[in-house]
C-alpha cells in the first residue's frame, strides 16, 4: 500500500490537472522529443496526450524517451490515432477547440490569442515538416511563437513547452475557473494516477528479484 504521503501527493496532483487542456503531437518520429513534451504535459497539469501515427512508424509513448521524460510518461495516459482526419474530427465531436502551433507571420501571436475556451487542444507537428496541411486545415485557429532571432524554428518539445506555459498562464490570469477539475475529473485522476503507482511498484519489485536471481546465480558460478 502507499504511505500516507504517497497518497496525499497523489490527490494534490489530481487535484491541479487541468480538465480542459490537452495536445495533440502528429506523427513526432524521434521518442526522446516525445518524452520532453511528456514532461512538460505533467508539469503543467496536462493528463492526457493524443498520439498520431499516419505517416511515422508507431512507438509506445509510455516506454520513449524514459531519460528525457524522467519517468513523468508514466503518469499520463495516451490515446494513440492512425489518421490525422478521424483523429481531428472527434476531438472536434467531443467540443475540443483545435489550435495549431505553426510557423507562418500570417497567425496570431500566442501571446495575443484567446484561450479561455472550455476544451482547447494544441496542435503540433513532427520535427522535419510541422503540422500537415489537412492538420491546419481541420483547425479553429492558428498560432505563433514570435520569433526575435536569425533562426524562425524550434524543437518541437521546445515550441510544446513555450506554448503549454502561455496557455496556462493565460487561463489562470483571464478564466482561472478553466483551470478546476470537477470531483468527478479528480477522483477519476487520482484512481488512475494510484493504478500507475501500483503498477510501477509492481514492476519494480519484479526487476530487484530478477537482479538479485542474476546475481546469486552469477555468484554460484564464480564459485564452482
Request: aromatic share 6%; with cysteine; hydrophobic share 40%.
Amino acid at each position: 500500500m502507499p504511505t500516507e504521503a504517497r497518497l496525499k501527493k497523489l490527490r494534490d496532483v489530481a487535484e491541479r490537472r487541468q480538465p480542459g487542456l490537452t495536445i495533440v503531437v502528429e506523427d513526432v518520429f524521434d521518442p526522446h522529443n516525445m518524452g520532453a513534451i511528456a514532461r512538460s504535459c505533467d508539469a503543467f497539469g496536462i493528463q492526457e496526450i493524443n498520439v498520431i501515427f499516419e505517416t511515422q512508424p508507431a512507438f509506445d509513448p509510455k516506454q520513449a524517451g524514459k531519460n528525457s521524460s524522467t519517468a513523468t510518461n508514466k503518469w499520463l495516459n495516451y490515446r494513440i490515432h492512425h489518421s490525422t482526419e478521424a483523429a481531428l474530427q472527434n476531438l472536434k465531436r467531443e467540443g475540443w477547440q483545435l489550435v495549431a502551433t505553426v510557423l507562418d507571420p500570417a497567425a496570431e501571436p500566442i501571446y495575443a490569442a484567446d484561450f479561455c475556451h472550455p476544451r482547447i487542444a494544441l496542435l503540433f507537428g513532427n520535427e522535419k515538416t510541422g503540422l500537415s496541411p489537412r492538420a491546419i486545415a481541420l483547425a479553429d485557429t492558428r498560432v505563433t511563437i514570435p520569433m526575435l532571432g536569425i533562426a524562425q524554428s524550434m524543437n518541437v518539445s521546445v515550441s510544446a513547452a513555450l506554448a503549454i506555459y502561455e496557455v496556462t498562464r493565460q487561463r489562470r490570469e483571464r478564466c482561472p475557473e478553466a483551470l478546476q477539475p470537477s470531483a468527478g475529473e479528480i477522483e477519476r485522476n487520482f484512481a488512475y494516477l494510484l493504478d500507475m503507482h501500483e503498477r510501477h511498484n509492481k514492476r519494480n519489485k519484479r526487476l530487484r528479484k530478477e537482479r538479485a536471481k542474476a546475481r546469486s546465480a552469477e555468484s554460484r558460478s564464480q564459485g564452482q
